[in-house]
């Protein structure tokens, strides 16, 4: 089992920055993706930035060139920096971690944290 606490977010000014945490603690396979996801109310959940344990990085095109992942595996811990926010980043942010296997994948999801964009 793993668990996930996020830690980070809250209201900003756009333009602003955030920088969001997702600590783990229990059994990280060898090969795992960890990823940031976000939900806006009334909106399907989506992909915001994934980072695998080969280092391999990927962001949905709307964050490119704002946003950051990037992890401390000492700490089993990754991040999220958030630069030049807009008010259309306003969503819960949820971290997910996947374990693979060599016969199935094992997703978990934080809580969520709350991210607010506006003047």
């Known amino acids: 089992q793993v668990q996930l606490v996020e830690s980070g977010g809250g209201l900003v000014q756009p333009g602003g920055s955030l920088r969001l945490s997702c600590a783990a603690s229990?059994?990280?396979?060898?090969?795992?993706?960890m990823g940031w996801y976000r939900q806006d109310s009334g909106k399907q959940r989506e992909q915001v930035a994934t980072?695998?344990?080969?280092?391999?990085?990927n962001y949905a095109d709307s964050v490119k060139g704002r946003f950051t992942i990037s992890r401390d595996n000492a700490k089993n811990t990754w991040y999220l920096q958030m630069n030049s926010l807009k008010a259309e980043d306003t969503a819960v942010y949820y971290c997910?971690?996947?374990?693979?296997?060599?016969?199935?994948?094992?997703?978990?999801w934080g809580q969520g944290t709350q991210v607010t964009v506006s003047s």
């Open positions: 997910k971690l996947t374990n693979w296997g060599t016969r199935a994948a094992y997703d978990y």
């Open positions: 980072i695998t344990s080969s280092g391999i990085t």
């Open positions: 229990g059994s990280i396979f060898s090969i795992y993706t």
